[in-house]
T-cell receptor, first 113, second 115 residues
Framework: NAGVTQTPKFRVLKTGQSMTLLCAQD?????MYWYRQDPGMGLRLIHY???????AKGEVPDGYNVSRLKKQNFLLGLESAAPSQTSVYFC????????????FGDGTRLSIL | AQTVTQSQPEMSVQEAETVTLSCTYD???????LFWYKQPPSRQMILVIR??????QNATENRFSVNFQKAAKSFSLKISDSQLGDAAMYFC????????????FGTGTRLKVLA
């Protein structure tokens, strides 16, 4: 039971570099989400998708882009990384409906120097 | 705007005892859902329990139960017979069924279980 898989688990970037975080789910879920988690704060939604080919902005979308070309994958991109984007990133998915329980990946710890 | 507040940054409980974690929220919606998630040191968030606002009965999952007070906008989590494996961060979350997408997490409560 893979569930939600995030790659990579850790990454260190220099300011200005770009990278893509990959999220894959094998539960045939319609909805997928990207969150960031910072110390002393709850998870904050970056972007989400309600189905293949769709994306929408969440609470903190600036500096990030996403794509959902395949139903099982949701990519989060940082075009020009900034130190303020140092965080732990979580991907999640849910079957259908924004009110459904979400299934989370293990997170990606990203440090921007 | 909807908000979720967890006023207890940290709680401790003796093994086998009962502990209650507090959560309050603010919303003008009538149809919404509330959740408690557990985040152990391994980092993966796990759903503990879910409550639908239109249901009067408090949700229960084995040793975990909630006290849902809709009028007071309170949603506390009770853990009975606490076990060492319950040690984790616990997050309260809110989601509404209609309108603009909302899935809002509180800041979390760190639960320590003492042997």
């Amino acid at each position: 039971n893979a569930g939600v898989t995030q790659t990579p688990k850790f990454r260190v970037l220099k300011t200005g570099q770009s990278m893509t975080l990959l999220c894959a789910q094998d539960m045939n879920h319609e909805y997928m989400y990207w969150y960031r988690q910072d110390p002393g704060m709850g998870l904050r939604l970056i972007h989400y998708s309600v189905g293949e080919g769709t994306t929408a902005k969440g609470e903190v979308p600036d500096g990030y882009n996403v794509s959902r070309l395949k139903k099982q994958n949701f990519l989060l991109g940082l075009e020009s990384a900034a130190p303020s984007q140092t965080s732990v990133y979580f991907c999640a998915s849910s079957y259908r409906g924004i009110y459904q329980p979400q299934h989370f990946g293990d997170g990606t710890r990203l440090s921007i120097l | 705007a909807q908000t979720v507040t967890q006023s207890q940054p940290e709680m401790s409980v003796q093994e086998a005892e009962t502990v209650t974690l507090s959560c309050t929220y603010d919303t003008s919606e009538s149809d919404y859902y509330l959740f408690w998630y557990k985040q152990p040191p391994s980092r993966q968030m796990i759903l503990v329990i879910r409550q639908e606002a239109y249901k009067q009965q408090n949700a229960t999952e084995n040793r975990f139960s909630v006290n849902f007070q809709k009028a007071a906008k309170s949603f506390s989590l009770k853990i009975s017979d606490s076990q060492l494996g319950d040690a984790a961060m616990y997050f309260c979350a809110y989601s509404q069924r209609s309108g603009t997408y909302k899935y809002i997490f509180g800041t979390g409560t760190r639960l320590k279980v003492l042997a």
